[in-house]
């Protein structure tokens, strides 16, 4: 078990100085404008990029939703952008770069539709013919708050693709919550979220086929439905928040399950509240439990059992801190990656590896786990000898991606002072081994203030993460201003070579 320590009385003071603090705002000037690409669908529009993707020959695409008024309202649509790999628009892809839909009009008309709801993107993948597929989680109706989901499809032109699905353009999955999707290697798609209609809600998994059809060979009609914990216990709610398929066809999702306080379930005993835990649960292709992946297919994961104690408060000892996993990745030899976020826990983010059996892999990190703390000074960490120093500092991590060479960025955003409005887009890199790569940025850490063009304070976030051929790194999410809460999509190339000398770094050792 690790306990992570605050130590204080003697010690040795090591100190690195540069000019460069630690909120550097170093982007690749040669990209967009100054390094950034902001785009606004309409005068007061709300655009988003949720999901990017980048082709083989470097172009971006970009997929999101932007807010449209029409008749008696404002509603959002889905948009979608093609940029050149220099962060200039192409005006090759739809119309003079962009795409706009709605793909529930095809579905209710809509007739009762435009004062609330409207589309939400989750997930962007290609199919292997280059059309692009888009996770969709929608309202239908703005009395009722009815949700569906499914997936929708353009053609690699950024046209609407009419054929796909059995609505023009939109695979109805039915009625429900989506989190995330995927494109298996065939071409079938696959969407994850949890199923509301059962009392516990559980993790959801459909899948269409190529083209956008039910796929009846998975599950009980192309649908999953999965508890992700023993059905002895009493469990409040599972969800399922992203899904891969490994090489050899099995699908691995990521997601969360929470047991009432009547329970205890790995380590936590005596709970008086409810408790949520990660969760891993693989499948065999054809939507079965694997029996092969720890024990059940199912693993529920619970990383306080390793970081069991808060920095700088030594009173208690507890396992009992609340975790969800958000991301998935595969690395080629098959071990599984995970990136999850704390509840009410000490740490805020966790990575963590897994052998393809499910069992912890200990090579990785601290005893298989990387955990990274708010308010604390993690410029400096490491899981042999840490201290923390406290530094009224936050991040929010929204996803993680696996590169070619076996290192790991997160994406997402992070504020330093008291003013949680202003947050910055953040980009985190890990070695192999689950260190910090401390190549990168400032000690494994790179900001950018994306700047909204009317100068006032900005909440950014970086909803996505891609590389492009030449190994540089892109953003996307999007930046909001303060007058009438405008949102502008948001792209931002870092340098290939993000390396910058420390600021004032002080090491603590005992």
Not at 221 to 237: K, M, Q, R
Not at 364 to 381: Q, R, S
Request: with cysteine; charged share 15%; net charge negative.
């Amino acid at each position: 078990m690790r306990s992570i320590l605050c130590k204080f009385g003697l010690f040795y003071i090591l100190v690195f100085i540069s000019s460069i603090a630690f909120a550097e705002n170093i982007v690749d000037s040669s990209f967009g404008n100054n390094g950034k690409v902001l785009e606004l669908g309409d005068d007061y529009a709300r655009e988003s990029f949720k999901a990017i993707l980048i082709q083989d020959d470097d172009k971006i695409i970009t997929a999101g939703t932007t807010r449209y008024y029409e008749g008696n309202g404002w509603y959002d649509i889905i948009a979608l952008h093609r940029y050149m790999p220099d962060g200039s628009k192409d005006l090759t892809f739809g119309n003079s770069g962009d795409t706009f839909v709605d793909h529930i009009c095809m579905v209710d008309g809509c007739g009762t539709y435009f004062n609330n709801g409207g589309d939400t993107i989750l997930n962007a993948s290609f199919q292997s013919d280059g059309k692009i597929v888009l996770t969709q989680q929608a309202w239908v109706d703005s009395s009722s708050h009815s949700d569906i989901f499914g997936a929708v499809r353009f053609n690699a032109d950024g046209t609407a693709d009419t054929s796909f699905g059995i609505h023009p353009g939109f695979a109805f999955g039915g009625a429900g919550y989506a989190q995330n999707g995927t494109v298996q290697n065939d071409d079938k798609v696959l969407v994850v979220g949890r199923y509301v209609s059962n009392d516990p809600t559980l993790i959801s998994l459909t899948r269409f086929t190529a083209e956008g059809q039910i796929d009846d060979t998975f599950g009980t009609n192309g649908n999953v439905f999965t508890n992700a914990n023993n059905p002895t216990d009493s469990v409040i709610s599972s969800g399922g928040n992203d899904v891969v398929t490994q090489a050899d066809g099995k699908i691995v999702v990521v997601g969360y399950t929470t047991i009432d306080s009547n329970n205890s379930v790995l380590g936590c005993s005596g709970i008086t509240n409810s408790q949520t835990l990660g969760v891993v649960v693989r499948y065999n292709e054809n939507g079965t439990l694997d029996n092969s992946f720890h024990g059940d297919g199912i693993m529920v994961f619970n990383p306080s059992l390793i970081f069991d104690v808060a920095p700088c408060d030594l009173s208690t000892t507890n396992t009992c801190q609340g975790s969800s996993i958000e991301s998935v990745e595969i690395q080629p030899d098959g071990k599984i990656i995970v990136m999850g976020t704390g509840h009410d826990s000490a740490y805020s983010v966790f990575v963590a590896r897994f052998h393809s059996n499910g069992n912890i892999d200990s090579s990785f990190g601290y005893e298989g786990v990387t955990a990274l703390y708010d308010d604390y000074d993690y410029k400096v960490y490491n899981h042999q000898s840490t201290t923390f120093t406290l530094n009224h500092q936050d991040l929010n991590v929204q996803n993680m991606k696996l590169l070619n060479n076996g290192k790991i960025v997160l994406s997402g955003d992070y504020y330093l002072g008291s003013d949680y409005n202003y947050r910055w887009f953040m980009a985190l890199r890990f070695s192999k081994n689950g260190s910090f790569d401390r190549t990168f940025g400032t000690e494994g850490v790179a900001t950018v203030n994306v700047d909204y063009p009317t100068g006032y304070p900005d909440y950014a976030t970086a909803f996505d993460i891609d590389v492009q051929s030449n190994g540089k790194i892109i953003l996307g999410g999007y930046v909001v201003g303060s007058e009438e809460r405008q949102h502008q999509g948001a792209l931002v190339r870092l340098p290939l070579d993000y390396r910058l000398s420390p600021g004032i770094i002080i090491y603590l050792l005992y």
